[in-house]
């Protein structure tokens, strides 16, 4: 990880970069970080204080991640959100992709703005149980574009985490833009201090999806995140007459991706038309009947999951009558 | 910040990165760019005058961008440059997705390395009149993740313009990652000097991918790049077996000809949802070959074809041009 290791890009000798010359020495002279590693502060980052005691109140946390885009990451962390918020779980969805936040419109929250309270931001609320923050609320026109590099990303996901009054969460689920750069390393260095329960990869089934899932699960292991599983979503279109391949699974899709890589599989989402409608519209898949096809599905996994690392409603109950 | 409202943006008396106050003005207290900015070397880049004297050579630069990820940048830019070849024009390819490289997937480059001579780096050739360039070919194992920040990624972009060896090329088609950020402001920050002919944006129907790609459509007039135009990915799926056409991603808002008709860009047109084009990509293989892409693959040399036309960059107006000169 950047904190103590040598890039990969670094000159010979280099002294590290949280090393106290780092940045100055003569070794560093035409190194790409120099600057970077000159003027970054040692030590300890005091905010990581501020956002422990943010996240003290928050059971578990769990990223939505994938090394490819487009393949349904924000569409699975806003129904899993809905989901989870639907059994009664306090949940906070944190949307981490500050060029193209996609959570707003998929909850149907478009044009809300974030208001102060004295305890901190406030999240913008779908129920009382399931609060959402995003950059998609500070837009003051939502074609603008926000043109910024890394560091900007950085200092605002920080705040996304510091300043925000999530208050008591049983869940806080963060949507990531796809690769692995300056939003993932900063989510997992800024949040695994307080613990990171595990990341859930999405892909779709085919090679040049797997291609670069692969890495970013190779990134989770690399960072010690756990992978709490992997989702094939768009895995064939279901219609009516007849079952149909829409991207190609023949080199074994995710299932062999997994068991290549030691991951759990945590299933096969269709392509739904109907999901892109939920998605669209802001709603839940799981009211109404429209979107049969993958909804099942995806309640499925969830409460698999739920049950597997013991999260489930009942435990948690049982856990806090023991306490009492 | 001052702001009564949490906002990330500059202060707004920011003097602009480039300033001599860059980073030490007062409006600059707290701002998260404050220590880069005043520690940033002010003036010219002298890596730029490397980097020209590579597009030298280059008369045409094309990005392929889109504010959403998955919609099809890279299988459009590789289906476009075999287009171009296939057409006799000297392309070039960059890949600057640097964490998710699919290129050399899509061109059937997989496992191939890269080779340096006296001239620079050499692009791999899938053939002797298309050459591409990718940080896929230079990872020692292909699960191996590219965990870099921002300054890493421009860095090795900037390599790629200053010391590849792409000699004389009629187009150089580049393929960026998804958004609005390091990469894209590099890209455009290196090249704009030698010119950029304009970026072409792809898209698919619904709005939650229209929401990102308006974005793009700012950031491209912001900076100055023409929009050469909007393709429309991904637009319904067609079964010429069952006669059945159905809409996967909701196109109900007006899809991307509305979002053009609006933000006053040109729309290149649909491309549908084939898997054929899929299965192309898989195996690293020009649609245009062969009869499987028949759904998708005259819908891209059209668009393909027009575009030249419009710019007037097909290979009879060049060789006018030459002979004229001769």
Avoid at 17 to 39: L, R
């Amino acid at each position: 990880m950047e904190n103590g290791e040598v890039p990969e890009d670094a000159n010979e000798n280099c002294p590290g970069p949280q090393s106290e010359s780092a940045g100055k020495s003569d070794s560093c002279q035409g190194c790409p970080n120099q600057e970077a590693c000159a003027t970054a502060p040692k030590g300890p980052d005091p905010d990581l204080v501020a956002i422990a005691e943010r996240m003290a109140t928050v059971k578990h946390k769990i990223l939505i991640l994938s090394g490819k885009g487009g393949v349904g990451k924000s569409t699975f962390s806003a129904q899993l959100s809905f989901a989870l918020a639907s059994l009664d779980f306090q949940v906070g969805l944190l949307d981490i992709d500050i060029c193209g936040p996609s959570i707003p419109k998929m909850l149907g929250l478009e044009g809300q703005d974030i208001h102060q309270s004295n305890l901190g931001w406030s999240p913008i609320y779908v129920e009382s149980n399931l609060g959402v923050m995003s950059v998609g609320f500070m837009l003051p026109n939502p074609d603008e574009a926000v043109i910024w590099r890394g560091p900007r990303k950085n200092g605002l996901i920080k705040q996304f985490l510091k300043d925000v009054h999530w208050g008591e969460l049983d869940f806080l689920v963060v949507d990531a833009p796809p690769g692995t750069s300056d939003e993932h390393i900063s989510i997992v260095q800024f949040l695994q201090a307080t613990g990171i329960d595990g990341a859930i990869i999405v892909t779709t089934p085919q090679q040049v999806s797997l291609i670069d899932v692969r890495k970013e699960v190779s990134f989770c292991k690399k960072v010690g995140v756990e992978v709490l599983g992997v989702v094939e979503n768009m895995s064939g279109l279901s219609q009516p007459l007849t079952d149909f391949k829409v991207f190609d699974s023949s080199a074994g899709g995710a299932a062999e991706m997994c068991q290549e890589m030691g991951v759990p599989f945590l299933g096969k989402v269709p392509l739904d038309p109907q999901l892109c409608k939920a998605a669209e519209e802001g709603r839940s898949c799981f009211e109404g009947q429209s979107c049969r096809v993958s909804a099942p599905v995806l309640r499925g996994m969830i409460e698999k999951l739920l049950k597997v690392k013991e999260w489930n409603q009942d435990e948690l109950q049982h856990a806090e009558n023991g306490r009492v």
